[in-house]
Every structure is written in structure tokens, then in C-alpha cells.
């Protein structure tokens, strides 16, 4: 068996390309700060206005709640569901867009929750969530 009697080359790294990168990039930093001090000193007079106020507000989500027994309240204010349905409308009237929450209590039964739907689908809301607890594990779970 022939012995090798050739040493290899230790492998080099060549450093070359990134400074080649790292002078490009202090290059581009510094033509953009040029840029950005010349427009700070454009020399500009801006229009004043009496008052500022937006065009129009945003509409609010809506929160409804259901208790254990059915009491259904728009925005911590009680109403009948032929009462959600008006107030829903016309502030759908107003806001297109207009998004509800329905909170229901986990004792309660869900054709109390059912008919807050139907009053929600019948004033036309399409933007309707339902607000849930993410349930704990227990401790010692039996398997």
C-alpha cells in the first residue's frame, strides 16, 4: 500500500467578496442620507384649517349579550329581539359594514343564542362572531 507523502493545502477563507458587499452597502447609506437631508430642506409652507375631524367614524362592533335566562342586551343596554332587530338595522343603515359579537353565558340554552341569530340574519348583519372561553386542561387527566 503506497503512503501518501503529498501535504494538501490548508483550505482558505477569502474574505475579498464580503468586503466588496460591506463597502457597497456604506456606499448606498450614505447616497440615501444625502437624499433624505435634501428634501428636509426644501423650504415648503403648508395649508392651515379651522378645525380637523375625520370624514366619517368608523362604525363600532357591536357587542350582544345573551344571559342564562335569555335577557338579550345590545351594548350593556337590555332589548326585546324585535328591538335588536330595529336598532341592528338602522345602525347597518348607517355602517354597511357593520360587525356584531355575540357573547353567550355557557349555562344558557342555545335557542336563546339561535334566536339572537335569526334577529342578527333578519337585520341583514353578514359580519356576526361568537365569543368563546378556550376551556382549561385539567390537571389530572383520566384516560
Not at 482558505?12 to 457597497?24: E, K, N, Q, S, Y
Not at 368608523?58 to 338579550?72: E, I, L, M, N, S
Request: contains cysteine; proline residues 6%.
Amino acid at each position: 500500500m503506497p503512503l501518501k507523502t503529498q501535504q494538501d493545502d490548508q483550505p482558505r477563507l477569502d474574505l475579498t467578496p464580503m468586503i466588496d458587499v460591506v463597502f457597497l452597502l456604506i456606499i448606498f447609506f450614505m447616497v440615501a442620507t444625502q437624499f433624505s437631508e435634501m428634501e428636509r430642506d426644501i423650504e415648503l409652507e403648508l395649508p392651515e384649517v379651522a378645525s380637523a375631524t375625520a370624514l366619517s367614524t368608523a362604525p363600532k362592533q357591536h357587542v350582544v349579550t345573551v344571559g342564562d335566562q335569555g335577557r338579550v342586551t345590545l351594548d350593556s343596554n337590555e332589548v326585546s329581539l324585535p328591538e335588536l332587530t330595529r336598532k341592528l338595522s338602522a345602525a347597518r343603515r348607517e355602517y354597511p359594514k357593520l360587525s356584531v359579537v355575540i357573547r353567550g353565558d355557557a349555562s344558557c340554552a342555545f335557542q336563546h343564542v339561535a334566536a339572537t341569530l335569526a334577529a342578527c340574519k333578519e337585520a341583514h348583519v353578514s359580519d356576526l362572531g361568537i365569543t368563546v372561553r378556550i376551556a382549561q386542561a385539567p390537571k389530572n387527566p383520566r384516560r
